[in-house]
C-alpha cells in the first residue's frame, strides 16, 4: 500500500513570506503527526491531530499551525518564515487512536530552505 | 515528558552484535519505550517497541529491566547498511507528544 506522502518535497521561501506543506497519510490512519528536524535541534514534535482535532502541541510559537481534514489529509502552515525556519519538516502517520504509541510511519519529508 | 539519554556515536563491524543503551529515568507507569531508524534525507523508521522485559522481531531485540530506568536495543549481526542514526524515545498512550532524544550514529565497518 502507498506510504505517507508529502509535497512538496523541496521548496525555498524568503523571511516574511509563509509556507503550507501537505501530508497525505496511509490509507486507514487516522492519526498525523509532524516534527522539524535541523541540524542543531535534532527531531521536535510539533503537533499531532486524530480525528480532525489536534491532540498535542509542541513548543513552537503560534506561527507553526496545522489541520486535519475529514479524508486524514493534514497541511501544516508556516507563517512569518524566519531563517531558523529552514528545516526537513517530516509528518508521521499512525493506525492507533489510543493504547501504546504503535508505528509511526514517517514520510520523506519535506526541505524547506529560507533565505 | 520522560527524557532520554543515549551514547552519541559508536562503532562496529560487520557480522558483530551490536547493543545500544538508552537511560530514561523518569519514564512514567504508562510510557512505551521504541525504538527507530534514520537513514540520511530520509524519515525515521520503526525498529521495536516494548513496555517490559524482552521483545524480539525480525530485525532487532530489545531488553528492559525490571526498573524499567533503561532499555537496550540489540542489533544482531550488523552488516554496512545498518549504519544509520537510532533513536530511543518514550511515551505513554498515543497522542501524548514523543520526543526523540539526540539519537545515537551507529557507523558499521568493514
Known amino acids: 500500500k502507498a506510504g505517507v506522502t508529502q509535497t512538496p518535497r523541496y521548496l525555498i521561501k524568503t523571511r516574511g513570506q509563509q509556507v503550507t506543506l501537505s501530508c497525505s497519510p496511509i490509507?486507514?490512519?487516522?492519526?498525523v503527526s509532524w516534527y522539524q528536524q535541523t541540524p542543531g535541534q535534532g527531531l521536535q514534535f510539533l503537533f499531532e491531530?486524530?480525528?480532525?482535532?489536534?491532540?498535542n502541541k509542541g513548543n513552537f510559537p503560534g506561527r507553526f499551525s496545522g489541520r486535519q481534514f475529514s479524508n486524514s489529509r493534514s497541511e501544516m502552515n508556516v507563517s512569518t518564515l524566519e531563517l531558523g525556519d529552514s528545516a526537513l519538516y517530516l509528518c508521521?502517520?499512525?493506525?492507533?487512536?489510543?493504547?501504546?504509541?504503535?508505528?509511526?510511519?514517517f514520510g520523506e519529508g519535506s526541505r524547506l530552505t529560507v533565505l | 515528558l520522560a527524557k532520554t539519554t543515549q551514547p552519541i556515536s559508536m562503532d562496529s563491524y560487520e557480522g558483530q552484535e551490536v547493543n545500544i543503551t538508552c537511560s530514561h529515568n523518569?519514564?512514567?507507569?504508562?510510557?512505551?519505550i521504541t525504538w527507530y531508524q534514520q537513514f540520511p534525507s530520509q524519515g525515521p523508521r520503526f525498529i521495536i517497541q516494548g513496555y517490559k522485559t524482552k521483545v524480539t522481531n525480525e530485525v532487532a531485540s530489545l531488553f528492559i529491566p525490571a526498573d524499567r530506568k533503561s532499555s537496550t536495543l540489540s542489533l544482531p549481526r550488523v552488516s554496512l547498511s545498518d549504519t544509520a542514526v537510532y533513536y530511543c524515545?518514550?511515551?505513554?498512550?498515543?497522542?501524548?507528544?514523543?520526543?526523540f532524544g539526540a539519537g545515537t550514529i551507529l557507523r558499521v565497518k568493514s
Open positions: 491531530y486524530f480525528s480532525e482535532t489536534q491532540r
Open positions: 523518569n519514564i512514567a507507569t504508562n510510557d512505551y
Open positions: 524515545l518514550v511515551g505513554g498512550e498515543y497522542g501524548n507528544k514523543l520526543v
Open positions: 508521521a502517520s499512525s493506525l492507533v487512536g489510543g493504547g501504546p504509541p504503535g508505528e509511526l510511519f
Open positions: 490509507s486507514g490512519h487516522r492519526s
